[in-house]
């Protein structure tokens, strides 16, 4: 009884514990560090895996144009950015607007689960990169194959997202708006859509950074232009500190990415604040 109360109360007192704001970047800095001294003394290669300070040197040519280290890319990070983000956003717009409505109606109407989910469920383990011979000879080397990959890698998770969230529904909201005499759309605008947004908002998160894989691997093979390209090229030339700067370029983008996604679920969500951990501060 003693140890359960001892386990109880320090459990409560690490919830309860606020550690200071500079916490989360120890573990960054402390790997940096540690890449750094280990490149520095020789434990690691500098030809296989470049120090820190030669990766940001050459990621600062790439970004702003301050000297010569990333060759032929200095000073067009923007420009390679801009054309990953056009189709990252491209194939993902388009997969959260057929992937939520064709989500919704499969979980919504047993007759639609019915006649597509079985096709569904056969494309479904079938992975995006399989498709990217059939994507070239369809589109061409341009923007289009690689938004087509995007669509299809984000597609999915999105739409088992929104089925989940739709089939996850309280009945008790259901049957109450039925007793207060709601239409079969009503029902749908006003409680069905409305609970199943957490679900289809997961589904975005986990999306938008598969989207981001998927356009990079696209850009290896099926564009000429854009971070992808820029990381695949600069491996063939062994310019492994510039294939770094893309790693962390393309990861930042990320995080940006899943940023605004989760800026877009908090204003539309609003009223999980305060109600769900969601809405708790750590």
Not at 23 to 46: C, D, K, Q, T
Not at 55 to 62: A, F, N, P, R
Not at 159 to 184: E, P, S, Y
Request: proline content about 5%; glycine content about 8%; some cysteine.
């Amino acid at each position: 009884m003693t140890l359960d109360c001892t386990m109880n109360a320090f459990l409560l007192s690490l919830r309860a514990w606020r550690p200071p704001h500079w916490h989360r970047i120890v573990v960054p800095v402390a790997l940096i560090l540690f890449w750094e001294f280990a490149s520095r003394i020789g434990w690691v290669p500098a030809a296989l895996l470049p120090a820190p300070s030669r990766v940001l040197s050459t990621l600062g040519s790439w970004v702003f144009g301050v000297g010569e280290s990333a060759g032929d890319n200095t000073g067009r990070w923007l420009n390679d950015a801009y054309a990953s983000t056009y189709r990252v956003l491209a194939g993902f717009v388009l997969a959260t607007i057929a992937a939520t409505i064709l989500g919704i109606a499969i979980g919504w109407w047993k007759w639609v689960e019915g006649a597509i989910e079985p096709t569904l469920q056969v494309l479904r383990p079938i992975p995006p990169v399989s498709w990217i011979p059939l994507a070239i000879i369809w589109f061409g080397i341009a923007d289009k194959p690689a938004i087509f990959l995007v669509f299809l890698a984000s597609f999915f998770p999105i739409l088992l997202n929104t089925i989940h969230g739709v089939k996850a529904t309280d009945r008790n909201l259901i049957r109450a708006a039925d007793m207060m005499g709601a239409t079969n759309w009503q029902m749908l605008r006003y409680v069905v859509v409305p609970a199943a947004l957490p679900s289809i908002f997961a589904g975005l998160r986990i999306s938008i950074g598969i989207a981001w894989m998927l356009t990079v691997t696209a850009e290896m093979v099926a564009v000429k232009s854009g971070i992808g390209y820029v990381l695949w090229d600069s491996y063939y030339f062994l310019r492994y500190d510039l294939v770094m700067a893309a790693m962390i370029s393309i990861g930042v983008l990320g995080l940006a990415s899943d940023f605004v996604v989760k800026l877009i679920m908090a204003r539309i969500l609003h009223w999980q604040q305060g109600t769900t951990r969601q809405g708790v501060s750590q």
